[in-house]
């Protein structure tokens, strides 16, 4: 595809309820990432792939939250019993090499409001 | 703990004008320093980098000048246009990691 997409653009969830967030990430890009934006803050890293492999989640606030990508193409972010807290924007980027080697491309991101 | 702290947090300029986006880092093992610009409703998108050997890099009206010793860069713009009102964030990437530290981003307005 022409950039990554991310689905769905909005999400309301319900206090409790869990919610599952997709990133197609562009085509042949081998690292893709997960952020998480809070109003008015800068990005902040929540995990990292290379291809299938899950090689850094240290940015997951809590076992609630749980990614994965399976066949190193399109990744999914899962929140479990989702609390306010978690309203933000999740934004995934993708990149051809490593962030430092390559540019990273974002996503608009999927915005999520728990009510 | 910030890793990269970014300033001001808002900024006007006039068109025309030139706009400084200030950003110091602590870990002295940062060595990928690039900028983002966002604008509302939209992911971040990568508008010039450094790496720490050089001092300075330009993209037309874009340039990131980088004080190592300082531990602190910074992003001019030149002849600033109101169609670079936007959010921008300064990042640093750690070698050993594929994680970026973003500041928490300066919204530019520029008047016309």
């Known amino acids: 595809g022409a950039g990554v997409s991310q689905s769905p653009r909005y999400k309301v969830a319900k206090r409790g309820q869990d919610v599952a967030l997709r990133c197609d990430p562009i085509s042949g890009h081998v690292s893709l990432f997960w952020y998480q934006q809070a109003l008015g803050q800068g990005p902040e890293f929540l995990t990292y792939?290379?291809?299938?492999?899950?090689?850094?989640k240290s940015g997951l606030p809590s076992d609630r939250f749980f990614a994965e990508r399976p066949e190193g193409s399109v990744s999914t972010l899962k929140i479990q019993r989702t609390q306010q807290e978690d309203s933000a924007v999740y934004l995934c980027?993708?990149?051809?090499?490593?962030?430092?080697?390559?540019?990273?491309?974002f996503g608009n991101g999927t915005r999520l409001t728990v009510t | 703990q910030q890793q990269v702290k970014q300033s001001p947090q808002s900024l006007i300029v006039q068109k025309g004008g030139i706009s400084i986006i200030n950003c110091a880092y602590e870990n002295t093992a940062f060595d990928y320093f690039p900028w983002y610009q966002q604008f509302p409703g939209k992911g971040p998108a990568l508008l010039i980098a450094?790496?720490?050997?050089?001092s300075e890099k330009k993209e037309g009206r874009f340039t990131i000048s980088f004080n190592k010793s300082a531990k602190q860069f910074s992003l001019h713009i030149m002849d600033s246009q109101p169609g670079d009102s936007a959010t921008y964030f300064c990042?640093?990437?750690?070698?050993?990691?594929?994680?970026?530290?973003f500041g928490t981003g300066t919204r530019l307005q520029v008047f016309p």
């Open positions: 980027a993708s990149s051809s090499r490593g962030a430092g080697n390559s540019p990273l491309h």
């Open positions: 792939f290379q291809n299938e492999a899950q090689l850094d």
């Open positions: 450094i790496r720490p050997d050089v």
């Open positions: 990042a640093a990437l750690h070698p050993n990691t594929d994680k970026l530290i």
